[in-house]
Each structure stands twice: as structure tokens, then as C-alpha cells.
Antibody, heavy 119, light 110 residues
Framework: EVQLVESGGGLVQPGGSLRLSCAAS????????MGWVRQAPGKGLEWVSA????????YFADSVKGRFTISRDNSKNTLYLQMNSLRADDTALYYCAKDLSSKSYFDYWGQGTLVTVSS | QTVVTQEPSLTVSPGGTVTLTCASS?????????PNWFQQKPGQAPRALIYSTSNKHSWTPARFSGSLLGGKAVLTLSGVQPEDEAEYYCLLSYGGAQRVFGGGTKLTVL
């Protein structure tokens, strides 16, 4: 059974940093691209970032480019999102999700971890 | 900035058929955008329904189908059930590097 479990969320001040983790199990982690999607309270889904199975290719939404970094440790079956220079509009529930293929995105999702940026 | 547009809300009667659309500000949506569709119910993580325009996941009910029509990606629900009441999101891929979600369609079954 595929499982994705996010952690690392919390309350952070504007300008601060946070690192999210996503522990994966139930599939061959290194074989699949992974990504992060966020959802602000009461709002829709926003794609944040994606990374290839090897970790050699990374992609970011314009809203987080230059501030967020995505990485993965295939030996630990873990995905990361390093978030720097956080702003109030980064407040959201952050989901980790797995791609099935280059044409099938986010077939499995975690339950999310909440990030609140506030002073 | 690329914008993906969906109907904000739709209402359908149980047993009826409803069509949700997904348009891109860059022009006609083609198969090369690999449209994906997701369902989200309150308090739950999204669930994948359709990938690459019309392909269903193993768990996708047969009453859901995807297609392209009139320059848009389309999600059709035939024989709507009360449990289909949810928010539906489309996701388009731009050049394989960027992905953009639509704003979502709130489907009410009434």
C-alpha cells in the first residue's frame, strides 16, 4: 500500500525558514517523480514543485522560485521541501504527492502538513 | 502568468449528466497538456480521477470520463451519484516543466 506522510509544518515568522519532509512507502521511491501541492485555507490547489525520480531535474512554480528548494533522498525514501523567505501568502496545507508517469500526475497524496506564516 | 479556468460551480440532479470544462489562457488545450482531473471532498486530500485526457485510474468509477472538446479539457459525469458532490480540479502541464491547477469547480448534487 502506497503511503505518503508529511511532517515539518508549523508556525513560522515572515522571512523565516522551514523544511518539510515526506516519508514514502509501499512503492519503489526512486522510480517515480514526486511533487508538492499546497492549498491555502478555503482556497484551491496550487502546484508548488516537482522533482524527477533521480533528483536530477527540479521544477518550481513562479510564486516560489528562488525561495523554495525541492530535494529527495532515495536511500531514505524521503522527499523534502526547503522553504526560505517565507511570506504570509505561503500559509497553506502542503501536500506531498507521487507521479505515476510523465503524463499522469499525483496518483497518490499524503494528508498534508500545515504551514502558518505569521508574526 | 498562465491561468487555467474552470466553472466556479455547477449543480446537477442525481442520475443526471454534467460536464466540467478546463481552459487555458495560452490557447486551446490539446493532448500535449496531459490534462489530469482530481476530486476533493471537504477535509480530505485530493484523489486522482483521470490522467492524460481520458485515462482512468483503477479506482475511478466508470461514470467518470475525460475528453477534449472545443479547445478545452472536459470531465463528464454520467449517472451522477450523491457521493459525487465535491470540488473538482483540472491540472495542465506546460512543456513538462510547469504544472497549473484550475481554480476548481464545486459540484452540487441536488
Amino acid at each position: 500500500e502506497v503511503q505518503l506522510v508529511e511532517s515539518g509544518g508549523g508556525l513560522v515568522q515572515p522571512g523565516g525558514s522551514l523544511r518539510l519532509s515526506c516519508a514514502a512507502s509501499g512503492f519503489t521511491f526512486s522510480s517515480y517523480a514526486m511533487g508538492w501541492v499546497r492549498q491555502a485555507p478555503g482556497k484551491g490547489l496550487e502546484w508548488v514543485s516537482a522533482i524527477s525520480g533521480s533528483g536530477g531535474s527540479t521544477y518550481f512554480a513562479d510564486s516560489v522560485k528562488g525561495r523554495f528548494t525541492i530535494s529527495r533522498d532515495n536511500s531514505k525514501n524521503t522527499l523534502y521541501l526547503q522553504m526560505n523567505s517565507l511570506r504570509a501568502d505561503d500559509t497553506a496545507l502542503y501536500y506531498c504527492a507521487k507521479d505515476l508517469s510523465s503524463k499522469s500526475y499525483f496518483d497518490y497524496w499524503g494528508q498534508g502538513t500545515l504551514v502558518t506564516v505569521s508574526s | 502568468q498562465t491561468v487555467v479556468t474552470q466553472e466556479p460551480s455547477l449543480t446537477v440532479s442525481p442520475g443526471g449528466t454534467v460536464t466540467l470544462t478546463c481552459a487555458s489562457s495560452t490557447g486551446a488545450v490539446t493532448s500535449g497538456y496531459y490534462p489530469n482531473w482530481f476530486q476533493q471532498k471537504p477535509g480530505q486530500a485530493p484523489r486522482a480521477l483521470i490522467y492524460s485526457t481520458s485515462n482512468k485510474h483503477s479506482w475511478t468509477p466508470a461514470r467518470f470520463s475525460g475528453s477534449l472538446l472545443g479547445g478545452k479539457a472536459v470531465l463528464t459525469l454520467s449517472g451522477v451519484q450523491p457521493e459525487d458532490e465535491a470540488e473538482y480540479y483540472c491540472l495542465l502541464s506546460y512543456g513538462g516543466a510547469q504544472r497549473v491547477f484550475g481554480g476548481g469547480t464545486k459540484l452540487t448534487v441536488l
